[in-house]
């Protein structure tokens, strides 16, 4: 007997897959399989170097693409996104760069300073007209000989100055070199979600936030040092992530494998073999010693990142049946770890000084580079150190004396426990042009208003708030090291900041860890999309609401571009975009 119900549904002839809404259908031929009985396959390698998720046939089918273009582009897919993401950010960041043709905030510092540790090896004392004369005479400025007193060690510096020498001593020349390292760590930033996540999909979603994030953004275009050290921390953490890699497959590689071709654990093997000289960790080093090179506050986080290597090499012994993972540890990576980390990051900071320290010593050198031979002459130690390392000493400690003690009032000085919700940015420019003139329109009727303001696209960065307590979470209940190292790069970026919340300080600052806020709203999103068994249903849901996220985050940085790349808009259109007082 045929029920009336069967006899109606003019589907019931056909298979189950086809008797599915069509939008499931659509789900799957993009390759999307709903399996919540699908559990983690595989044996031990799989936990110590887990494959990457890659594009599956119904998706290059359901685009029309054929089976040997397909198994190319699946191969490069890992390549194809990363670059496609930072030919945006290129363009966005080199579109008019040398737009304001103003020295504009501390380009005022950095750009005369660049140029001078190029030419003399050490920064100079400029006339207080120089900003007006570099503008007026494009550049052709001679060059003081008297040493100037500066608080930051010189790389980011000689980085900005490499911009000076190939464009000129211009707006351009001067900013060309942060508007590159910025493209190319969204480029870093898109191949280190890839990695982290084993997704080429979340990898490039974390490099496009970046992309349009406001503070990223500014900071690019703008001859700051900040963004140089953003770029070394960075490749650093880059670093560390590829030698984790390479390090726990080598292990996988000794562990013994059983009649079933599976790798087990062995406590022998994980407690005894060691993992070579592993240079990315070396590399990971250098980069260290050039972030500490451009800013002090790189010491922070190279103490952070040492913490968390050791951990990663911790838990890699321990996935392999390490009985004693520490001791393991200890014996046999902590020295490679150490000679890696700290004393290359100790002698490429004091190479970098190199200008300074090949200077003259007869008074028309460096600044304090004499200081040996006269104030410090009859020292104790200056039987065991050169007159050069002693002299050096005594400029660190007056820098030192000079950042615990910097308290002067600025206009746009900020706590730390503001940044994190973009409460103070920090205004880089402002000019008010009439109507017809500074590209403020003709029939604007009022005057018009011109800013730089270095400001974190506001959806991003409150949407970061909720991502670094996911991030938390994650970390502490669930164990997830992808975690872990988003909080470790937060953390190291942010919280050192709050020893000094009596001293001047400035939510630009900030730009150190936005990479790792990327991170952790990529990890969000993953998220929201749901678990890899998640139902058809789920799925929907999720994908609905990542997109919507993401699509006001670009709208936001669309609204408030002409704020960052200082755009003349009607002076009733920037108060709109003033959503907090604290933002005037």
Not at 5 to 16: F, G, I, K, M, N
Not at 291 to 315: E, H, P, Q, R, S
Not at 498 to 509: H, K, M, V
Not at 545 to 573: C, K, M, Q, S
Request: hydrophobic residues 50%; contains cysteine.
């Amino acid at each position: 007997m045929t029920s009336t119900a069967s006899s109606t549904d003019p589907r019931q002839d056909l298979a189950p897959y086809d008797r599915e809404p069509s939008w499931r259908r659509r789900l799957r031929r993009l390759g999307h399989e709903a399996d919540p009985a699908a559990g983690p396959a595989g044996d031990v390698r799989d936990r110590l170097a887990p494959p990457y998720a890659e594009p599956g046939p119904r998706l290059w089918a359901a685009l029309g693409v054929p089976p040997g273009p397909a198994g190319l582009l699946t191969r490069w897919s890992g390549w194809i996104g990363p670059l496609l993401v930072t030919l945006l950010a290129g363009v966005l960041r080199f579109w008019h760069l040398g737009s304001p043709k103003a020295v504009i905030f501390d380009e005022t510092y950095y750009a005369k300073d660049a140029w001078a540790i190029v030419h003399r090896g050490f920064e100079v004392n400029w006339d207080k007209n120089a900003n007006d004369l570099i503008l007026g005479s494009g550049g052709h400025l001679p060059i003081p000989s008297d040493a100037a007193y500066v608080v930051h060690p010189p790389v980011g510096k000689y980085v900005i100055g490499l911009g000076e020498l190939m464009f000129g001593f211009n707006p351009f020349g001067w900013r060309f070199m942060t508007a590159l390292l910025g493209t190319l760590s969204v480029l870093m930033l898109c191949r280190i979600g890839r990695r982290l996540f084993r997704s080429t999909f979340l990898g490039c979603l974390a490099g496009t936030l970046m992309a349009v994030d406001g503070l990223h953004f500014v900071m690019s275009r703008t001859s700051l040092l900040d963004g140089v050290l953003m770029f070394f921390v960075l490749a650093a953490f880059g670093c560390l992530l590829i030698d984790r890699d390479r390090a726990r497959a080598r292990l996988a590689a000794a562990l013994p494998v059983d009649a079933d071709g599976r790798v087990r654990p062995d406590a022998h093997t994980a407690g005894t073999v060691r993992l070579g000289w592993r240079p990315w960790r070396w590399l990971a080093g250098l980069m260290m010693g050039l972030a500490i090179g451009t800013k002090w506050n790189g010491l922070y986080i190279l103490a952070a990142f040492c913490v968390m290597a050791v951990l990663w090499d911790v838990g890699a012994r321990r996935v392999a049946g390490a009985r004693h993972p520490y001791r393991a540890v200890l014996l046999r990576d902590t020295g490679v770890t150490f000679l890696a980390t700290v004393p290359v990051a100790i002698i490429t900071y004091i190479w970098s000084w190199a200008g300074w320290i090949f200077s003259p010593t007869d008074g028309t050198g460096g600044y304090f580079r004499n200081w040996a031979a006269t104030d410090g002459r009859g020292s104790s130690w200056s039987w065991l150190f050169p007159d050069w390392w002693r002299s050096l000493w005594h400029y660190e400690h007056e820098v030192y004396k000079f950042h615990v003690g910097l308290s002067s009032p600025h206009t746009y000085q900020s706590n730390p426990w503001s940044w994190i919700v973009d409460g103070r940015p920090v205004s880089y420019f402002y000019e008010s042009p009439a109507p017809g003139a500074g590209g403020c329109p003709a029939d604007a009727g009022d005057k018009c208003a011109r800013e730089v303001l270095a400001l974190g696209t506001p959806m991003l960065w409150w949407a970061a708030c909720a991502a670094l307590v996911y991030v938390l979470w994650r970390w502490f209940f669930r164990r997830d090291w992808r975690a872990g190292a988003i909080a470790c790069g937060v953390a190291a970026g942010y919280l050192p900041w709050f020893l000094y919340q009596e001293r001047t300080i400035f939510f630009f600052y900030a730009v150190v860890f936005v990479p790792f806020l990327c991170l952790a709203v990529a990890m969000l999103v993953g998220a929201i999309l749901g678990p890899p068994g998640a139902s058809d249903t789920r799925r929907v849901a999720g994908a609905t609401g990542a997109g919507v996220l993401v699509l006001l985050i670009t709208w936001n940085f669309i609204y408030f571009w002409p704020l960052y790349t200082g755009t003349a808009i009607p002076i009733e259109d920037w108060r709109a975009r003033m959503w907090l007082d604290t933002w005037v």
